[in-house]
């Protein structure tokens, strides 16, 4: 194999691992909740400002900005309000609830002109710390326009719509569900042509993906097989072009330990099994070490990681082969009393009780 060929297939396979592991999964990271939950614990505590500490740069620069939140008596998120250094705001979103405090509209009011200045906003909202149900899965970098969710008598999202600004629709999404609640069918449609389809199991996960591309007129199909436990043991993706021949062929398996934590990622390749990452974690679940290798078995790097109580990663060492050190990276984090994350290497933090009373 030609060190390009290998090169261009080590990057797939690292997009398809990092893919895997993410908790959302690459197929259902659509920015939308695929069951909505009536009955939420309200938070005592909710984020009300996030700071880019001073100093804090990025490859064009020093960056300095903030966002604040607004919410409801739910702890709901009603606005959201992004400022530059000087306090100028650059981006506004509101949101709006139904009865049930299950969100119906967005409205993008304002969105910065210059984009490549504010790429800080790409990570801004996470609420995983207070309450993961509450999480906003929002594309940082939408146009303006506004946004509409619709339920059915079970309050689940059915219908998604997007409009620009010229009230024009350009994004649709249409939820089916099976009788016990969980995500069925998945059709996304845009403006452009662009068709996403997801079919899933009888428990919510995704079994099968197609997608359409208008500007070449290509076609994806992706399929995931699981095991009696119910971890996904199996992914094939085949790309099509427009006269459907076969353009791209790619077969993984996994394999997991007791606790369903994935250990071993082999790719399949003309009828041989090779053996791409070893995964090891500690007795929380996290992921503390990864061994990539090149087809020949030979080792290509070691990854190792390290947590703090709350989760957060607070170490990670890159080795190549015979050990030696490539990328030693530390990361800090500071709580306050109740747990809540005041400040990182990035970010300072504020939080107010849901009354309004800002937290001491």
């Known amino acids: 194999m030609s060190r390009r060929k290998f090169i261009k297939k080590t990057l797939i396979l690292l997009i398809s691992l990092t893919l895997i592991l993410t908790l959302a999964a ?15 614990e309200i938070p005592e505590y909710v984020l009300v400002k996030e700071t880019i500490k001073e100093g804090v740069r990025n490859n064009q620069g020093p960056i300095s900005g903030s966002v604040e939140y607004e919410y409801d008596d739910r702890g709901n998120v009603t606005r959201i309000t992004y400022k530059n250094g000087d306090g100028e705001v650059i ?16 409205n993008i009011t304002k969105v910065v002109e210059d984009t490549s200045k504010y790429r800080w906003r790409s990570g801004s909202y ?34 998604y719509e997007r409009y620009n600004f010229k009230g ?7 939820f089916e569900y099976h009788r016990n609640g969980n995500m069925k069918c998945r059709k ?4 452009g042509g662009f068709k996403k389809t997801t079919e899933y199991n009888r428990d919510g996960k995704w079994t099968k993906v197609v997608s359409y591309y208008p500007f070449n007129g290509s076609k994806r199909v992706q399929i995931a097989k699981y095991g009696k436990d119910g971890n996904r043991i199996e992914n094939i993706k085949k790309d099509y072009n427009k006269k459907g021949k076969s353009t791209l062929f790619s077969h993984y398996k996994m394999v997991y330990d007791e ?15 090779y053996t791409i990452y070893d995964l090891e974690y500690d007795e929380k679940g996290n992921l503390i070490k990864e061994i990539n290798y090149y087809n020949s078995g030979d080792i290509h790097w070691i990854k190792e990681y ?13 080795k190549n082969a ?30 107010e009780k849901l009354n309004g009373k800002k937290e001491e």
């Open 26 to 40: 690459c197929n259902e990271k659509e920015e939308l909740m695929q069951e909505v939950k009536v009955e939420k």
């Open 91 to 106: 981006e506004n979103k509101e949101y709006k609830y139904n009865e049930k405090g299950l969100k119906v509209e967005r």
């Open 322 to 351: 015979e050990g030696n050190i490539r990328i030693n990276s530390k990361y800090n984090y500071k709580y306050d009393e109740n747990g809540n994350l005041v400040e990182d290497d990035f970010q300072i933090y504020e939080y």
């Open 126 to 159: 996470d609420l995983v710390d207070l309450d993961e149900e509450r999480i906003i899965r929002e594309n940082m970098h939408e146009a303006l326009g506004k946004s509409t969710y619709k339920y059915n008598s079970r309050n689940q999202l059915i219908l």
């Open 259 to 273: 606790t369903g934590n994935m250990i071993k990622f082999i790719d399949i390749d003309d009828g041989k099994s």
């Open 188 to 191: 996304r449609d845009t403006i």
């Open 168 to 174: 024009e629709k350009v994004e649709w999404i249409n």
């Open 306 to 318: 390290e947590y703090d109580e709350k989760g957060k990663k607070i170490s990670f060492v890159k």
